[in-house]
């Protein structure tokens, strides 16, 4: 068994559902779950219409609305209209379901407030929509789809807007709902981000919050695998609008990926992956666009083919802090105190390195600065460096290739550093450099790891 799950743009029209549904029909043999985004920009749009309803803008959110439709419907035009029959009922239902969301527009118009409960109601709808339809465009193009409503199979807690599963209860739904279906050859369609409390009660789990279905999804059956489905090739060696030579990595592991993600690496969110990652289930990233390009896998263990650079990254506009002990050598507490200071203006640091005198740190929150600098004063001599960038290369045991560090180092040549820490795990090095030097630093860096021979084969 696996779990397809295809993001918005993947669904974005009818030659994009058509194309997903491809993908799924050469897949079923795997016995494919499939979990679908609502349609590109949907969510959105519900967003907005909700905005507009508690600004009492009734036109907005008619005209919003009535574009929604729309999209639906074109859909449905172009993929399900042969068969009358199937056209009516998916119509009826977008009707019943535009009817309601109309009802609690007007509520929160009345009230002139939306609550996180009426939210979830309005925003899950761009899923409900879009997974009726992709069922039905299934049937016509001859693959048994059988549409399933999250609600009886991802339970959650009360915690509108950001849900969380409740993963036994869950399981036991999934077991009951799907596996039948999957054992007479169906191919069941979810919409993902959705869920509903053990009352019934329809939450959402998050923005973004598909790829999380799907891994839910997953792990209470036990899939083999876990597909996410979205635009681009995978996870890469850097961000290719910096690097148009970045590659694609096959394979990496989850704490390398959510490492990557802090960089902000947008592709796949670590977080929304846990489930699966937990019972160690791989998590495939794949591009509708590009199907014969074989993606990146992401699993407990990542590549044990070898180690050293997974990726370089990013991470701009950051604040070096550096605290040097007015207090004589050795006296014992300092750290205590200039972390206490951190922790009362909640400021969280990210790299710290420190010698026997002094400790430099780095923030990506500037808005408590010039009180932080004022409650250190009285601990230690302060020195402040602003528009900073983290530059770090990610990989499990980076550093056991012997080569590694040479190659960094060497590809920094003429790039000044003030700091630079070599994770504990062993995950990163992060070098931090001025702001104008970090494309020049992250682009010798990629091309000496990544574009040049050089990984000796383990
Ligand atoms: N449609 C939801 C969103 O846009 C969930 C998702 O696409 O993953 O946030
Ligand atoms: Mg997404």
Redesign the pocket.
């Given at each position: 068994m696996i779990v397809i799950k295809f993001?918005?743009t993947s669904v974005g029209n009818a030659d994009r559902v058509a194309n997903a549904i491809d993908i799924v029909a050469a897949r079923r043999e795997q016995k494919p779950i499939v979990v679908v985004?609502?349609l590109a920009g949907v969510?959105n749009e519900l967003v907005a219409a909700l905005e507009a309803a508690r600004a009492g803008d009734g036109e907005r959110v008619d005209k919003i609305i009535a574009d929604v439709r729309q999209r639906h419907e074109d859909v449905a035009v172009r993929l399900v209209q042969q068969k009358i029959d199937f056209f009516e009922s998916f119509t009826r239902q977008l009707d019943k379901q535009i009817e309601q969301i109309h009802t609690i527009l007007r509520g929160i118009t009345l009230l002139g407030e939306i609550t996180a409960r009426a939210k979830d109601k309005v925003v899950s709808i761009?899923?409900k929509l879009s997974s009726v339809l992709f069922a039905y465009s299934m049937m016509m193009r001859a693959v048994p789809g059988e549409h399933v409503h999250s609600e009886e199979v991802v339970i959650t807690d009360e915690r509108f807007g950001e849900a969380r599963p409740l993963m036994g209860e869950t399981r036991a739904a999934a077991r009951r709902v799907l596996l039948p279906l999957v054992e007479r050859n169906l191919v069941p369609v979810l919409g993902?981000?959705i869920g509903s409390t053990r009352d019934g009660a329809t939450t959402t789990l998050g923005?973004?919050?598909?790829?999380y279905s799907a891994a839910i999804i997953g792990a209470a059956v036990g899939a083999d695998e876990i597909q996410i489905w979205t635009d681009v090739d995978g996870m890469m060696t850097c961000d290719p609008r910096l690097i148009p030579n970045a590659r694609v990595i096959d394979t990496i592991s989850y704490v390398e990926a959510a490492e990557l993600a802090w960089f902000g690496a947008k592709v796949l969110h670590p977080k929304t992956i846990a489930p699966a990652v937990e019972q160690n289930i791989p998590v495939r990233v794949l591009n509708t666009h590009n199907v014969s390009s074989p993606g990146t896998l992401v699993t407990r263990a990542g590549d044990t083919r070898d180690h050293g650079a997974r990726a370089v990254a990013v991470k701009r506009g950051v604040t070096v802090v550096n605290m040097t002990s007015s207090q004589m050598l050795g006296a014992h507490g300092f750290l205590a105190k200039l972390f206490a200071i951190f922790e009362q203006l909640q400021v969280s640091v990210d790299l710290i390195t420190t010698s026997e005198v002094s400790v430099s740190v780095t923030i990506d929150d500037k808005h408590n600065l010039k009180q932080l600098v004022e409650r250190l004063a009285p601990v230690a001599s302060v020195e402040v460096m602003e528009n900073q960038s983290i530059v770090a290369v990610v990989g499990r045991n980076l550093m056991r290739d012997s080569e590694v560090g040479a190659k960094i180092f060497t590809a920094l040549r003429g790039v000044p550093m003030s700091m630079f820490a070599l994770g504990t795990s062993g995950l990163n090095l992060s070098i931090v450099v001025d702001e104008k030097d970090a494309d020049r630093a992250v682009k010798s860096i990629h091309e000496a790891l990544f574009e040049t021979p050089l990984r000796a084969a383990v």
């Open positions: 993001g918005g985004s609502a969510t761009g899923e993902g981000f923005r973004g919050g598909s790829d």
